[in-house]
């Protein structure tokens, strides 16, 4: 990612520099978590089950046939839409509630994510435990990868935010800072602060870490149009 500004000398761009760094220090938190965006996916697929009937009938007998049990089978089948789909939702509610836990740990990135793809993956290793819930499962998780998404965002926002600081250093002095300044917003891949490089054109902020859903390490190039 490249970004670029004009630095005129301080009394010029001052304001419009601390105005941004205002603007943005408005902004109450990170992004909404993950889990919120699951919990929202799951009423919009209960919901376009219980509109579309054909597919609802569809679901039901997918979901008979995972069940080995005949009892079981019989039980699934006996359920009117409603009840069917309220067992759907506790199914899955189980597993977001080990998700949120996961996401709002405080153990390292790499660590939460292979929790993440551990906990997508064993319902899907064992359907005959849950016929209900690993329907959804299906459609609705990949978890990992959205928490890989979320974390890239505050991964944008936090370069940015640190940009800013290191763009008032160089209006203020003249020049950029030879080594990052202190207290600035981490990388959240790794917890850490941005590995910081002066270039001829500007400066680089870089993830001491990579993603790993995307096998990258994410670098934010910030050119000084002179």
């Known amino acids: 990612m490249v970004f670029s500004t ?52 569809t679901w039901r007998e997918n979901v008979s046939e ?5 009892s079981a089978r019989q039980e699934i089948l006996s359920l009117t839409d409603e009840e069917l789909l309220e067992r759907a939702k506790e199914s899955y509610n189980k597993f977001l509630s080990s998700v ?12 939460k994510y292979l ?12 359907p005959v435990q849950d016929p209900v819930g690993i329907l959804l499962l ?9 928490h890989d998404i979320y974390i890239r965002g505050i991964a944008n926002f936090n370069a940015i935010r640190a940009a800013i600081e290191i763009y008032m250093v160089k209006a203020e002095t003249g020049q950029l800072p030879e080594m990052l300044p202190a207290h600035l917003p ?7 602060d941005f590995e910081y490089e002066a270039t001829n054109q500007g ?24």
């Open 186 to 192: 981490k990388d959240p891949f790794s917890s850490q």
């Open 100 to 111: 949120n836990r996961v996401m709002g740990s405080d153990i390292p990135y790499q660590q």
């Open 6 to 57: 004009f630095l005129a000398p301080y009394h010029r761009i001052e304001i419009p520099l601390i105005w941004l760094q205002s603007q943005i220090s408005t902004v109450q938190g990170a992004q909404p978590p993950p889990g919120r965006a699951l919990e929202i996916t799951l009423d919009d697929a209960l919901k376009f089950l219980s509109m579309h009937p054909e597919y609802f009938t």
């Open 66 to 70: 995972l069940i080995e049990d005949e």
């Open 138 to 146: 299906f459609v609705l998780s990949n978890v990992a990868e959205q």
């Open 203 to 226: 400066f680089v902020l870089r993830c001491r870490e990579k993603e790993i859903g995307e096998d990258r390490i994410w670098e934010y190039e910030f050119v000084i149009a002179q």
């Open 115 to 126: 929790e993440l793809q551990e906990l997508e993956e064993e319902p899907k290793n064992h």
